[in-house]
Structures are given as structure tokens and as C-alpha cells.
């Protein structure tokens, strides 16, 4: 009677396992069709052209008074569903589309690069006092590094899109960085951040290195061109 209590509650643990799966695949399913899906890719890019072009202005503006390019180079994407999976899970979260878009901030992100580091607030000054535009969160891996050497300004905004006759606030991550910060972060992010902790451990310190390196670059040029303003 005991052994076949024993089989009966093994069985049943096996088909919960089967049914937690099985309702697993089908978020991650669903998941997958929001992301790729007309609505969410169409708002996305809406918000992502209008961040591109608010960057263009601000460029055309600081261009006005300093007499040169601010903005150097800029990017926007929607994030890889693989991506968001990665990073639902590094967060131990589940795989569902409403919770991606409630605590993943970089789901549409834009990456601008900068000429010098003073030039990043200067843009992020403008940003803020765009009225179609609100500021949710601004975190400042310049002036606090990440542990790992990691360096640029990050704004997560809001910003206001029309879609079907009314006005919509759409999330996106706007990341500020130098020519130098970028070249760290690009190469930093193909050797290290995508590994395993302890695959990548052996080169930590070395990039830690590196990015003191480029700090003290992106001062060094700064300081060179406020010298050549006052002439
Ligand atoms: P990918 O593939 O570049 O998109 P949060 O909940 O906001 O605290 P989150 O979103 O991890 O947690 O925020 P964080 O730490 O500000 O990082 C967001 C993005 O910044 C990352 O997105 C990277 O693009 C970049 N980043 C942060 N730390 C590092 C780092 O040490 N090295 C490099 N190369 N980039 C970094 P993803 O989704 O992790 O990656």
C-alpha cells in the first residue's frame, strides 16, 4: 500500500514538473510573438526615431555655440528576445512580456557617443528640459564606475509618442558615453561581460586597468581642448 502511495506521488510530481515546463515554454512562447509583434517593434521604433532626432537638435544646438559636433555617432535598437531572456533570468525573473516591460529598462535603448565627457551632461542637461520627454531614472556609471571598469550615463526615459489619437509614454534607455568609453565597453562586453562570472574572472583585473586608462585619456583630452578654448 506504502510503495504504491510512494509511486502515485512521484507520478504526481513528474506531471507538475511536465505541466510547470510545458506552461514555461508557452510564456516564453508569447513572449518571444510580443517582442517580435507589430505593436510593441512599431512603438518602439516610433520612440526610438524621436530620441534620435531630439539628439540631432541638441546636437545643432550645442554645434551653435561650441562650433563643433557634439554628438559624434549614435545608435538605436530593440533588444534580442535571447537578450531578454538572458537578463529576466540573471534577475530571476519570470518569462513574461508584462514583466519585461515593467523591470527591463534597456528594452528599446539608444546609445549616443560623445566628443568629451563634459559634452555627455550637456546633452543630458537638453534632454531633461524636453517637454515630451520625462526623466525616470539617471545613473551615473561615470562619476561611480561599475566594479568592472564600466563607464557612461545612463537616462531612462520616458517619452511621449502619439499612437491611435493619444499620447503615449514609451520606456527607453538612453546611454551616454565618450569615443573611449564606447571602445572599452564594445571591447569589454565581446571579451568578458557576456561570459560566465568565473570564465571571465582570469581577465577582470586587467580591464579594470584598462578602464582607469581611458578615464584618465578622456580627462587628459578634455583638459587639452579647455586649454585650446580659452585661446
Ligand atoms: P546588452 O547586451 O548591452 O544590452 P538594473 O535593473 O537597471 O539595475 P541593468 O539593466 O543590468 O539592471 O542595468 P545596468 O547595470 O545599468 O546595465 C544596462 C546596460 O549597460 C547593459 O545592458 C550593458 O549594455 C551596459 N553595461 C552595464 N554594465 C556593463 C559592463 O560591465 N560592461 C559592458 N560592456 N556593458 C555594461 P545588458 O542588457 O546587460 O547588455
Known amino acids: 500500500m506504502n510503495s504504491y502511495i510512494t509511486v502515485r506521488n512521484s507520478q504526481r510530481l513528474?506531471?507538475?514538473?511536465?505541466?510547470?515546463?510545458r506552461q514555461k515554454l508557452k510564456k516564453q512562447e508569447l513572449l518571444k510573438n510580443m517582442l517580435a509583434g507589430s505593436e510593441f517593434s512599431l512603438k518602439g521604433n516610433c520612440a526610438i526615431?524621436?530620441?534620435?532626432?531630439?539628439?540631432?537638435i541638441i546636437n545643432t544646438i550645442l554645434m551653435m555655440e561650441s562650433g563643433r559636433s557634439v554628438i559624434q555617432q549614435k545608435t538605436g535598437r530593440l533588444k534580442e528576445y535571447d537578450s531578454v531572456c538572458k537578463k529576466l533570468?540573471?534577475?530571476g525573473l519570470d518569462f513574461d512580456f508584462a514583466i519585461a516591460l515593467e523591470k527591463i529598462n534597456d528594452l528599446i535603448g539608444v546609445r549616443a557617443v560623445c566628443a568629451y565627457v563634459d559634452d555627455i551632461y550637456r546633452v543630458a542637461d537638453l534632454i531633461e528640459k524636453q517637454k515630451d520627454i520625462k526623466i525616470i531614472k539617471k545613473k551615473d556609471y561615470i562619476r561611480e564606475p561599475k566594479k568592472s571598469g564600466y563607464q557612461s550615463l545612463h537616462l531612462i526615459l520616458e517619452v511621449a509618442i502619439a499612437f491611435q489619437n493619444e499620447t503615449q509614454w514609451i520606456k527607453i534607455e538612453l546611454q551616454l558615453r565618450t569615443a573611449a568609453m564606447d571602445y572599452w565597453a564594445n571591447?569589454?562586453?565581446q571579451l568578458r561581460y557576456k561570459r560566465g562570472r568565473k570564465e571571465a574572472h582570469v581577465i577582470d583585473e586587467e580591464l579594470q586597468q584598462c578602464a582607469a586608462v581611458i578615464s584618465s585619456l578622456d580627462q587628459k583630452m578634455l583638459k587639452i581642448r579647455k586649454k585650446i578654448d580659452k585661446i
Open 14 to 21: 513528474i506531471y507538475r514538473r511536465i505541466e510547470d515546463e
Open 49 to 56: 526615431s524621436l530620441l534620435l532626432t531630439k539628439l540631432d
Open 89 to 91: 533570468e540573471k534577475k
Open 187 to 189: 571591447l569589454d562586453h
